[in-house]
């Protein structure tokens, strides 16, 4: 079956500028979540949706960043007014319930946003 | 707060060679600890994890992990490495209440020369 697939695979913008980032978790996963990997660094947790609704925003670094899930599958990350420290590779990753001991999360190829 | 810590930002080893990667975990109560490895190009792919029980773990692609709570550690390890191994491994720990919200290390990248 399909795995987690993340569009774009590269999106370069302009600082101040708007993207939008887009995941497309596994069927069926109830559980999704959006990671930043900057350079050097492991991922690092923004955001974790259970269903439609953002159960954990606690991540997301500033309110430029917002993410949605309006059908409990597809989810988009915003970024408003993009800053050259926005650069890195976003992570999606999706999971069956979200909770358990058995719940894996499974990781899309990322998109790699560079900020001018 | 949770927190994992990789000491070793490079490890260089040789083709059939044996291979131990460290990591070390802060966390309050019995963890969830995790290692993924990320190839260029592709998303983390989860080798192993713990949750209770047997403290080795046995993951894919011929890996093992050791947890243990005295040392805080969560070592992994191949017997013999393939040139095919060569990625970046992250060790992850998640919290055992709630959802599973993962916190990784910064990564040791794998050479492996022939």
């Known amino acids: 079956g399909a795995g987690v697939s993340q569009t774009p695979s590269n999106k370069v913008t302009e600082k101040g500028k708007y993207v939008e980032l887009r995941c497309d978790p596994i069927?069926?996963?109830?559980?999704l979540y959006w990671y930043r990997q900057s350079l050097g660094q492991g991922p690092e947790f923004l955001i974790y949706?259970?269903?439609?609704?953002?159960?954990?925003d606690s991540g997301l670094p500033n309110d430029r960043f917002f993410a949605v899930r309006p059908e409990g599958s597809v989810s988009t990350l915003k970024i408003q007014r993009t800053e050259r420290g926005d650069s890195a590779v976003y992570l999606c990753a999706s999971s069956l319930k979200g909770t358990g001991v058995s719940d894996t999360q499974y990781f899309g190829p990322g998109t790699r946003l560079t900020v001018l | 707060a949770q927190s994992v810590t990789q000491p070793d930002i490079h490890i260089t080893v040789s083709e059939g060679a044996s291979l131990e990667l460290r990591c070390n975990y802060s966390y309050g109560a019995t963890p969830y600890l995790f290692w993924y490895v990320q190839s260029p190009g592709q998303g983390l792919q989860l080798l192993l994890k713990y949750f209770s029980g047997d403290t080795l773990v046995q993951g894919i692609k011929g890996f093992e992990a050791e947890f243990k709570r005295s040392q805080s550690s969560f070592n992994l390890r191949k017997p013999s490495v393939h040139w095919s191994d060569a990625a970046e491994y992250f060790c992850a720990v998640g919290s055992s209440g709630g959802y599973q919200k993962v916190t990784f290390g910064t990564g040791t990248k794998l050479q492996v020369i022939p």
């Open positions: 069927s069926g996963h109830t559980a």
């Open positions: 949706f259970q269903g439609t609704g953002a159960a954990d």
